[in-house]
């Protein structure tokens, strides 16, 4: 607690003073002690090929104080499961002894180099990649080819929704000065992806405005002429019990605020997806009010342009559970005039999440709690069956990865379900699926 509380004085007094005369480059210098420290962090470990200093210390877009130091390093290939644990888990402990000393230093992303040739491939972040500066090891980045505007305005957007549900949402209604600036500053990021003007106030309002705007002006110009993707889900599985009493009385409760509440059926071990669309026009506080008042989670609150564009383009498999199980509190599911995604806007979503969560199983050694999470292993055999079968099944995932891939069924039930299982053994599984999926990805086909 006291190092917290140093921490904020020390943060306070470097903000206070930035403004000022020598403090506008005395302030600097502990960033870049910070990345001289961690490069030779990394020049301890044999298995560390590359590493490189991202975003706002990049673009030279930094405050100190305020600012982290993001960061990637790319591994060595061919290593073993258990060598790349064991090295990751070396790594993280020193990496957090530094970071106590250097609170500056922010989140690490790691990748062997086959899965960072891939993961450049896909998305705004990917592409960002050729900007970053290196700063340890041997240059591993590659020149990715360009796509057309219309599918990086997709890209960008995809990487919007990605800040707005995973980081910006969950910071706004947390709430407190601290993490409400930050969620400020982040919302000022999410309308300046999305081609607004820089220095925004980052209010929701603003941030749905864009993001809003943006699907739908996506939508207007996306003119391919592929045929909407035929699918039947199978939903005899779903018995989701759903409150609509206390959903419609909500409803009611915020009229002229929430047009709508959609229930989306994604697994029985996981419970449904809650999307509530909002009427238009409304203010940053009744938005805030909409989604924390709302009294069951998962949930989201976007606009009718956004919940077409992720359910086309963004989460194209959740329009399928939703046109053949999916409930609406007001009306019907054919009241939004949703148009289907094709086998190409699916094929990419599968592999463009797939590659984007690929990065996290790494993470998860410095926190067996989050790694505990079964749904992470899940959502990527989901991912393994449709890329070799191009199926769509719904059901109870766990059920369905066991009918799938019988052979995973012992290891399945003997990581997840036994408090014996060793995080060696959860990371080793993990590491393995998510392989199989890297494997499975055809970059030209996108």
């Given at each position: ?5 140093v921490?904020?004085l ?11 005369w020598p ?6 210098l502990?960033?870049?002690?910070a990345i ?5 962090l ?20 930094w405050t ?22 064991s090295?990751y ?28 040739r891939?993961?450049?491939r ?5 592409r ?5 500066r ?6 591993c980045?590659?020149?990715?080819p ?10 960008l ?6 800040l ?11 709430g ?23 220095g925004?106030?980052?209010l ?7 993001l809003?705007?943006a699907c ?7 003119a391919?002429s592929?045929d909407?993707?035929e ?19 909500y ?10 509440v ?11 997806q809650y999307?509530?669309?909002?009427e238009g026009?409304i203010?940053?506080d009744?938005i ?9 989670k998962?949930?989201?609150?976007l606009?009718?342009g ?6 086309r ?6 329009y399928?559970?939703?046109r ?7 009306g ?5 005039c ?16 797939a ?11 410095g ?6 999470n ?11 069956h449709?890329l070799?079968c191009?199926?769509?099944e719904?059901?109870n995932?766990l059920e ?12 399945l ?12 053994d959860?990371?080793?599984l993990?590491r ?10 055809d970059?030209n086909?996108?």
């Open positions: 607690m006291l190092a917290i509380k921490v904020s020390l943060r306070a007094a470097v903000l206070a003073t930035n403004p000022y403090f506008k480059r005395i302030n600097r502990p960033y870049h002690l001289v420290a961690f490069t030779h990394c020049g301890r470990f044999k298995e560390v090929n590359a590493a490189y200093v991202r975003h706002s210390l990049v673009l030279g877009e100190p104080g305020l600012s982290d130091i993001d960061l990637t390093i790319i591994l060595r290939d061919g290593m073993s499961s258990k060598e790349d644990y090295f888990d070396r790594f993280f402990r020193q990496y957090l002894r530094m970071k106590h000393l250097l609170p500056m230093l922010g989140e690490v992303e790691v990748m062997d180099e086959r899965q960072f891939i993961w450049q896909f998305g705004f972040r990917g960002w990649a050729i900007s970053w290196l700063v340890f090891g041997l240059e980045r590659q020149i990715t360009s796509v057309p505007f219309v599918e990086r305005e997709r890209e957007l995809d990487e919007a929704f990605g707005y549900e995973g980081l910006y949402l969950p910071k706004m209604e947390e407190g000065n601290e993490t409400r600036g930050g969620a400020l500053r982040l919302g000022g990021k999410i309308v300046s992806v999305l081609g607004g003007p820089m925004t106030g980052g929701v309002d603003e941030v749905v405005s864009s809003d705007d739908r002006r996506y939508i207007g110009e996306d391919r592929e909407a993707m699918v039947k889900v199978e939903c005899d599985e779903f018995h989701i019990s759903v409150k609509w009493d206390g959903i419609r009385e409803i009611a409760y915020h009229s002229g605020a929430v047009k709508d959609i229930c989306m059926p994604l697994d029985n071990c996981l419970g449904p999307y509530i669309i909002l026009g203010t940053s009744v805030l009010e909409v989604l924390k008042s709302f009294p069951y998962p949930r989201m609150v606009t009718e956004m919940f077409q564009y992720l359910l383009y963004n989460r194209p498999l959740e399928f559970l939703l053949d199980c999916g409930v609406c509190a007001e019907g599911v054919d009241d939004y949703l148009t289907g995604p094709s086998s190409r806007d699916v094929y990419y979503s599968v592999t463009f999440n590659v984007r969560l690929s990065v996290l199983y790494r993470s998860f050694v926190g067996p709690a989050e790694f505990d079964i749904g992470y292993v899940l959502s990527f055999i989901r991912a393994k449709y070799e191009m199926k769509i719904a059901g995932i369905l990865a066991e009918k799938w891939y019988p052979q995973l069924r012992g290891d039930k003997r990581v997840f379900d036994s408090g014996s299982a060793s995080q060696a959860r990371f080793a993990t393995g699926i998510v392989e199989d999926v890297l494997a499975l990805v970059v086909r996108l």
